[in-house]
């Protein structure tokens, strides 16, 4: 089984753990012979922390979302997850290494080695004995903007430009358009190709204008998206965070062909508690050809967010339903 997981930071880590959950077993309760190929595309607009100030410093692809993904997708076996213990430790403290990741680094020596994000990455996936494939949704870094309104409150109906994900994802107002720049990046062509070849394409959890969305803004990769003849599932977040303000789970569904009008989806996944009434969601889903599935996902106290090993008993079944569309 061949699955490509779209996504940034968090929510496609824990996407990711819940997929390795959901497919180490078989229905039967059996270990799996055969494991699933697992690749995860990550967006590459991040500016904020340690990824925020190599970019600004070094001209570096952003790279914690990247190290995030390979954490996530690190083996079981004692070195390697001492390994990604490792690439996840943040340095303290307050001289030039506070707040810095090891595996940021890490990232950045090898990129700056190797001068090729993708073989930087299936190094570094080496090192760890990643149960998968990282990849960069482009080559090169881009910027999310974003025009929000009510973000002034001498002038609440004012649109105001923001840049930046990070300026974006804190950014008081509603977010009424958002785009990248340069407008046409072009797709990672190792992620064309793992699109056109899937079986499964997952969308979501995640921030959804500054992870999920940027990846229906690159041409090439939204065109192999429509192409591809694999199903999809999307994840939908558990609550709105300061981005999403105002905007409910049905209305998230709506903002995936807002930008991606031939976007279409075949199942969405939902926290049972956090869809108070089914009936919006169920028919924004049908929007997309999709039906909508309610399952406990979320982690059962704190602050919300998804339960990989809850999200991966969800998935299985799911998964393991028919595996492509007829070409």
Known sequence: MRIVAFGGGTGLSA??????????YTASGRPARNKPEIT???TVGD??????????????LPVGDLRQALAALAAADPV??????????????SDSLAGHPVGNLV???????????????????AMLKAEGRVLPMCRQPVTIEADLRGGDPGRPDALVTVRGQHEVAVAPGIIDQVRLVPPDPEACPEVVAAVGAADWLIFGPGSWY??????????????AIVDSPARRIVTLNLASDTETGGLSLADHLGALTRYLGDFRADIVLADAKAV?????????????????VLADVAVARGVPSHDPVALGAALGPLLRTRRARSR
Not at 110 to 121: C, I, M, R, S
Not at 217 to 222: E, I, N, Q
Not at 276 to 292: I, M, Y
């Open 15 to 24: 996407s990711l753990r819940a997929l390795r959950s959901a497919l180490a």
């Open 40 to 42: 995860a595309v990550v």
């Open 47 to 60: 500016n904020g922390g340690s990824s925020g100030r190599l970019r600004m410093e070094r001209g570096a």
């Open 80 to 93: 390697s997850t001492r390994s990604a213990q490792l690439f996840q430790h943040r340095f303290a403290g």
């Open 107 to 125: 990232l950045l020596g090898l990129l700056e080695q190797l001068a090729d994000p993708v073989k930087a990455l299936d190094h570094a996936a």
């Open 210 to 223: 500054t992870s999920v969305i940027p990846h229906l803004l690159v041409p090439g990769l939204a065109k």
């Open 276 to 292: 108070e009434d089914p009936e919006p969601v169920a028919s924004a889903a049908q929007c997309l050809g999709a039906r909508l």
